[in-house]
């Protein structure tokens, strides 16, 4: 079997939709070839995670791993927790450097050992390419793969000054990267005009990586209650108040509407008007399949995403809100890939994020089919193409057909 190396900070006992990418690589890769992945944690040091595929952790030593945000934080120290990180990230611009250092002794051993036939990383953070770019001076004929989760330089949210640093990685992935992956096509295409030495592209969306399955239960609920979830955390502009504004008018103007929300792993960084407190559920976060069931416990999940100026943005939970055949109320930025797919599967209802009578107006019909029971759920064959495992199939497919 071909050796792959596979380069992160995203890898368990870490958790995120950072984590879930890099696992799915790991695991889909490992079925056809041996994966070494190098990735962050402050006490592992090498473990075998499954067959064909070993951790091997080091350090980062960074001040950063100990400003992480934590559920149990109050709003008070989430804030400061968040000040401060901002405040590091402004002098301090390869944090993971410690990290980096080690990573890259520790492939360069490991090749040594028994050569590797590939080697993938994927940003961000930019430390995780970094470690590539020095191994391939030594080793400049292992052909690697650059994984972009997010956009680089053409982030529309970043400083001038990162801006400028990440152009130059640019150049130097440009030169030395085989193929580049992302998320979406929008991203894809970016990159694609930056880096034109590059010979292949793909994208590779996340998705859901379970086998549950959940059949439409078309069921006219006893119940003028209707039950909301949300999974996941809030930050910057990323945060309900309109979503609340329209359920309190909701409740005043429709004589029998009523709702409960539940919101799993959320942080302590936003308001909840008094008038729902009795009618808002704040619960910790859930192991990956236990919060997949419970998604579809609920009569319908929330989306949220405010305009940025970012495009290609699939949020990480709307594969999982898709799998189980649930509702999705989504107020996000309309034009974009997300709500292009929702719309296409007919899986959710969909308003911007900003505009408030497009959001009581998608509630309302929300609502009211639920009544009926006939809310909106997306296809079964559709869906199964989301699976983790189709997306890394793409990759598979890329380096076999390109005899990496």
Partial sequence: MKRIALITTWFPPKTGVATNRMTAFAKYLGEEYKV?????????????????????????????????????????????????????????????KKWQDLTLKKLLFKHKELAYDFIISSYSPVEAHLVVLDFLKVNS????????????STNPMISNQDKILLQKIESLVNEKATAITTVSDPILNDFKKIC???QYFEEIRNGFDHDLKFEENVIIPETNTIKLGYFGSFSGEQKPDLFFECLIELLNEIKDFDFEFHLFAAYNNFNIPTVIKDRIFMHEGLPYLEAVKKMNSMDANLLLYPKTGRVGIFSGKLFDYLSVRKPIIALIEKSDVASKL???????YVAEFSEKEEIKSELINLYTD??????????????????????????????????F
Wanted: no cysteine.
């Fill in 36 to 96: 070494d992945v190098f990735a962050l944690d402050q006490d592992l040091h090498h473990k075998h995670w499954r067959e064909n595929v070993n951790v091997y952790y080091s350090k980062s030593y960074a001040i950063l791993e100990k400003l992480k945000d934590k559920q149990s934080d109050s709003k008070l120290l989430h804030y400061f927790k968040t000040g401060t990180r901002i405040i590091f990230s402004k002098f301090i611009k390869f944090p993971l």
């Fill in 141 to 152: 004929k292992i052909p690697w793969i650059a994984d972009m989760r997010d956009e680089m």
């Fill in 196 to 198: 034109k030495n590059v």
């Fill in 342 to 348: 929702i719309i296409d599967l007919n899986a959710g």
């Fill in 370 to 403: 639920w009544k009926q029971g006939t809310v909106k759920a997306a296809n079964p064959s559709d869906i199964s193409q989301l699976h983790r495992k189709v997306q890394v199939k793409k990759m598979i497919g890329l380096i076999k057909n390109n005899e």
